[in-house]
Antibody, heavy 123, light 107 residues
């Protein structure tokens, strides 16, 4: 089955770190860029950033709100994308989603999503 | 950043109705726009990309139109499974941004 499953969420104190995983199945993971999003309680979707596939350099782009504290990585041999979050703040509390970046009609759209994992930043 | 504004924020409709959701971009984005459906606890789902292209597997009762700064998502003959929140997203340039969402509820 083609799917993405996020894991690693939980309750964490402000200032601490957390690493989320996005495990893929059913497609050639290394062929795709992978993106992360979040949805704060009662809010809409927010793009966090993406990591390109290795043929495109494996580089990343980040939203300004997380640029200095979040980083992406990927293990193509295992089909897993990672989101490393440092210096977490209460405003980082959200459901975090990963998504596959489909290059459709010469632009980046997000054609496969996971169900998300909940991150709560609180003391 | 490009601001995306959806209207209405919520709408109540009945099974069989037609619903139109509007999305406005704060600047010209050509046809670089997508629509997603999201139900609580589920994975968001891509419905439409490039403003009017139907994603594979999506029912034909969903359609998108528009270009420039004004876009619409139309759902004809609403089905029970269509009650969800819908988001538009611009893919013109980074950072990618979403509308605030339109919650479609059963009347």
């Amino acid at each position: 089955e083609v799917q993405l499953v996020e894991s690693g969420g939980g309750l964490v104190e402000p200032g601490r770190s957390l690493r989320l995983s996005c495990t893929s199945s059913g497609f050639i993971f290394g062929d795709y860029a992978m993106s992360w999003f979040r949805q704060a309680p009662g809010k809409g979707l927010e793009w966090v950033g993406f990591i390109r596939s290795q043929p495109y350099g494996g580089t990343s782009e980040y939203a300004a709100s997380v640029k200095d504290s979040f980083s992406f990585s990927r293990d193509d041999s295992k089909g897993i994308a990672f989101l490393q979050m440092k210096s977490l703040k209460p405003e980082d509390t959200a459901v975090y989603f990963c998504a596959r970046v489909g290059q459709l009609a010469s632009a980046y759209y997000f054609d496969l999503w996971g169900r998300g994992t909940v991150v709560t930043v609180s003391s | 950043d490009i601001q995306m504004t959806q209207s209405p924020s919520s709408v109540s409709s009945s099974v069989g109705d037609r619903v139109i959701i509007t999305c406005r971009a704060s600047e010209e984005i050509s046809y670089w726009l997508a629509w997603y459906q999201h139900k609580p606890g589920e994975a968001p789902k891509l419905l439409i990309y490039a403003a009017s292209s139907l994603q594979s597997g999506v029912p034909s009762r969903f359609s998108g139109s528009g270009s420039g700064t004004e876009f619409t998502l139309t759902i004809t003959s609403l089905q029970p499974e269509d009650f969800a929140t819908y988001y538009c997203q611009q893919a013109s340039r980074l950072p990618y941004t979403f509308g605030q969402g339109t919650k479609l509820e059963i009347k």
